[in-house]
């Protein structure tokens, strides 16, 4: 059966018990697989296919002007997503007595949208916080989302109407310009000390430690994110500079170390191409294809333990606070650190400036009171102890 999405024409095909949607603009003959459906049955999301027209072309604009990435828009129309199925239940648009992920969005329009207030969204915040299923898709999920998970749903509502307001100018006013985000707690970014993570490093051992202590190295050496790491490829090594692919897509190149760059040297002697099934990865798994999130995640952890370290208490973010904070106890700037980072926001970085900061350590020992010591004194003869 020939469909028609987006302006273009599809057709379903089933391959190794997945259904492929193969789709072509008219006109032309190529086809190209778009979406994947589990063996289950589940789709895999599409905004392109799935989001009402009024969400679709804000996300579009993000995708296509603004350069986000796929998963960050995919993030948002997921966010977006959720709200308007909480929306359409308050607006009596749907049975309260409905699953909340099995409502439709689809008939989502300019009129629902435009009549969503503040109050409307104070409630479905309130939702969130104490009956949202952490885990929806666990039979063991506890209840009620973070501040911070809160809040980014709080980004997505606010731009999704700054859009309508700024930029489409559907709407007049802009009625989440006052939409205030959870206050969220604030705290200090845990990291290694020196010593730790040159036990962290030592302890890469096993078949593939070259590849293992060479991601060691640049998580701590050059304060990486995972999603940067696992998306580096050959080309990206430029002798000792490193082209990185940051959030929004926004490159930078980072400076190489001298234990960096042997690090690198010593995996790619032993990395081979020859069976690679991502030729262009600079990290392959054990199956020759791109390294995975997951596996970065479990080596990190492995390593943790055999140097002794609390794995539950560290990860791969946690390595890059490390690379920071130690480029901050040794001389590297604010600044420079943002660049770094790859930080938009220097509040972002200055985080790093309270974990260990001498002067707040010098003015505790500036308080003549310092150096005061008093000791016990012997109850008075008149004075019975209490």
């Known amino acids: 059966m020939t469909i028609v999405w987006g302006g273009g024409l599809g057709v379903w095909s089933e391959v190794n018990k997945m259904k492929i949607l193969f789709t072509w603009r008219e006109g032309k003959t190529e086809k190209e697989p778009l979406i994947l459906l589990r063996t289950s049955g589940s789709l895999l999301m599409d905004y392109r296919t799935e989001a009402p027209p009024i969400l679709r072309d804000f996300l579009v604009y993000h995708e296509t002007i603004q350069g986000h990435s796929r998963k960050t828009v995919d993030e948002y129309f997921l966010d977006l997503r959720n709200f308007f199925r909480y929306i359409k239940i308050e607006k009596n648009m749907a049975a309260r007595s409905a699953e909340l992920d099995s409502i439709d969005i ?138 990185v692919l940051g959030k929004g897509n926004k490159e930078r190149i980072l400076y190489l170390n001298d234990a960096c760059i042997q690090s690198i040297q010593d995996y790619l002697a032993v990395r081979g191409n020859e069976q690679a099934i991502d030729k262009n990865a600079l990290f392959l798994s054990r199956r020759r294809t791109r390294i995975s999130k997951a596996a970065v995640e479990k080596l990190v952890k492995k390593y943790l333990t055999k140097a002794g370290l609390d794995s539950s208490q560290y990860s791969p973010h946690k390595l890059r606070h490390t690379a920071a904070t130690l480029m901050l106890q040794n001389g590297v700037d604010v600044r420079t650190l943002q660049e770094v980072l790859g930080h938009d926001n220097l509040n972002t970085t200055q985080i790093y400036t309270h974990v260990d900061n001498e002067n707040l350590r010098l003015a505790a020992k500036a308080n003549p009171l310092g150096k005061v010591r008093t000791g016990r004194k012997k109850p008075a003869a008149s004075e019975p102890e209490e």
């Open 106 to 243: 689809s008939d989502v329009d300019l009129d629902l949208v435009r009549s969503v207030t503040l109050s409307d969204v104070y409630s479905y915040m309130n939702y969130l916080s104490r009956d949202r299923a952490q885990r929806p898709n666990s039979d063991h999920s506890g209840y009620g989302l973070k501040a911070t998970s809160r809040a980014r749903k709080v980004a997505a509502i606010r731009s999704f109407y700054k859009y309508l307001t700024n930029k489409a100018k559907v709407l007049a006013e802009n009625p989440m310009q006052d939409l205030d985000s959870p206050r969220m707690k604030k705290s200090l970014p845990r990291y290694l000390d020196l010593e730790s993570s040159i036990q962290l490093l030592e302890s890469a051992d096993g078949p593939f430690q070259e590849r293992d202590r060479c991601i060691l190295t640049l998580f701590l050496n050059c304060g990486v994110r995972i999603s940067e790491l696992i998306g580096l490829n050959l080309t990206d090594v430029r002798g000792e500079q490193l082209r």
